[in-house]
């Protein structure tokens, strides 16, 4: 009974650190602007770029991925060496950050709505909780995925998926409780859910492009535009 409270106790902490919303923040610090009313309302470190600039994406993931990574502490000070504790107060970290109970709204129809980001940040945190080393092999893929693919959504999907298999690999060679794997699986599924919208815009070809894609396709254009006008 003891293990199911202080379980319940790190649940509601990590959950409650996830929930804090970093990008609205830090984006209200440095433009005054509230990252909710921009673009896709998300809190994320893709959506505070698009509100305040570069620095304020950058500083999004930072403390987005820190949220993540405060779990191992949690845990750490309740219940030391629990493998699945580690892996739940992670996903209560990711599924704060998506739902913070700090962003909570009344819609028109008198529905309650939980607002925050699509988690992939928070995840990489998670996933550097469970095992430090994680993060020097995600974020430079995550990196690549972006840079090259060149859709935020993807990228984001991208880290639990690069997640899943680092654990599944680690199980493999019995240097790592195969709980974890149930860690990278269960966070792709909670990621997937919150991007629903950008898969749909994936699905009809309109999803918004960035990184090498994005500049590439803009100078395409430019070229394009230019044409005609040697002609003329």
Same mark, same amino acid.
């Given at each position: 009974m003891f293990d199911l409270v202080r379980l319940f106790i790190i649940l509601m902490l990590s959950y409650l650190l996830g929930s804090?919303? /970093? ?15 921009? &673009? ?10 698009? &509100? ?19 779990? %191992?502490?949690?845990?750490? #000070? ?5 493998? #699945? ?48 080393? /994680? ?6 893929? %995550? ?8 859709? %935020? /959504? ?27 794997? %149930?860690?990278?699986?269960? /966070?792709? !599924? ?11 815009? !994936?699905?009809?070809?309109? =999803? ?12 395409? !254009? =430019? ?10």
């Amino acid at each position: 009974m003891f293990d199911l409270v202080r379980l319940f106790i790190i649940l509601m902490l990590s959950y409650l650190l996830g929930s804090i919303p /970093s990008g609205l923040i830090i984006v209200r610090i440095l433009s005054g602007k509230d990252v909710r009313q921009v &673009a896709s309302g998300r809190t994320g470190g893709t959506n505070a770029m698009r &509100a305040a600039g570069i620095a304020a994406g950058l500083l999004t993931v930072i403390f987005d991925g820190l949220k993540g990574l405060a779990t %191992a502490g949690v845990v750490a #000070w309740l219940m030391p060496g629990n493998a #699945w504790a580690q892996v739940f107060a992670a996903l209560a970290a990711i599924l704060g950050h998506n739902y913070s109970i700090f962003l909570m709204e009344h819609t028109d129809n008198g529905k309650i709505v939980l607002r925050g980001g699509a988690g992939g940040a928070t995840a990489v945190g998670g996933s550097i909780a469970l095992w430090p080393l /994680s993060g020097v092999i995600i974020v430079p893929l %995550a990196v690549l995925v972006f840079l090259f693919i060149g859709y %935020a /959504s993807v990228t984001t999907i991208s880290v639990t998926v690069f997640a899943t298999i680092i654990f599944a690999v680690r199980a493999a060679q019995g240097i790592s409780s195969p709980v974890y794997i %149930a860690y990278g699986v269960l /966070s792709f !599924l909670i990621v997937m859910w919150a991007l629903r919208p950008n898969l749909e815009r !994936l699905r009809q070809g309109n =999803e918004r492009l960035h990184g090498l894609r994005a500049k590439f396709q803009k100078k395409k !254009l =430019e070229e394009a535009t230019k044409k005609p006008d040697e002609n003329a």
